[in-house]
């Protein structure tokens, strides 16, 4: 049988057919989860180094940790390759910066190369981001713009916000190894950075789905883990 609501002709159904109608029309958009399990892989191998890091300070010291957090840098970029089938740019540019900064710290066994390092990374990509609004340019397009459709006001705003959050992790990064102890240093880098960075992604979630094209599914939020 046909649906009244549909043939529009039974007038008693009239209340019935309005409020299926306004409660579709009012309904929330789901979350595209063939969009988020990418962001959710891509999390999880980002922050395995980190939490090898952690266990390796914690069991031995500053420099071991580098040691075997370098070489879970090249596991992981190696791992997003083979299941993500690319490497987005700001891993690949901190997989660099580790490789350079860890290598320094065994080398010359100061392991204020590795300290610095969150704050030369989020320095760079502070730089780059509100640079590029300088010039007219949302350079978080060319990061995420394969996945994420916005409006061009949506990508300076979010371009904006997320070039003073590097900024804002970048002075917590030198406040915290200039004043605290190695391993507060260490356990705040990945059980602290990390969940400031989550609630910070989930916090853009508003902005995406304001800018993005009516036709646009609901977004789940860009998530940067800094390693």
Not at 68 to 82: C, E, H, P, Q, R
Request: aromatic share 12%; hydrophobic share 50%; glycine share 6%.
């Amino acid at each position: 049988l046909s649906d009244p609501c549909k043939r529009g002709r039974l007038p008693s159904h009239w209340g019935h057919c309005h409020k299926r109608f306004a409660m579709t029309e009012n309904a929330e958009p789901e979350i595209n989860w063939d969009e988020l399990r990418p962001q959710l892989i891509k999390m999880g191998l980002e922050l395995g180094p980190l939490v090898i890091f952690f266990i390796a300070n914690a069991r031995a010291d500053i420099f071991v940790a580098t040691a075997w957090f370098m070489g879970a840098m090249v596991i992981s970029l190696v791992l997003t390759w083979l299941i993500l089938k690319r490497i987005a740019v700001m891993p690949l540019v901190t997989g660099a910066v580790v490789l350079v900064f860890g290598g320094l710290t065994l080398w010359l066994q100061d392991d204020t190369f590795i300290k610095i390092k969150p704050t030369i990374t989020n320095s760079l990509f502070a730089a780059v981001l509100l640079g590029g609004l300088l010039f007219g340019q949302s350079l978080l397009k060319y990061v995420f713009g394969d996945v994420y459709k916005l409006r061009p006001e949506g990508w300076s705003k979010l371009t904006l916000n997320w070039g003073l959050f590097f900024v804002l992790l970048a002075v917590i990064n030198e406040i915290l190894w200039r004043n605290f102890p190695t391993d507060f240093w260490v356990a705040f880098k990945v059980w602290g950075v990390m969940p400031i960075t989550v609630i910070f992604s989930i916090s853009q979630m508003s902005l995406l789905n304001k800018y993005a094209p009516p036709s646009e599914p609901k977004h789940a939020p860009p998530i940067v883990v800094e390693n």
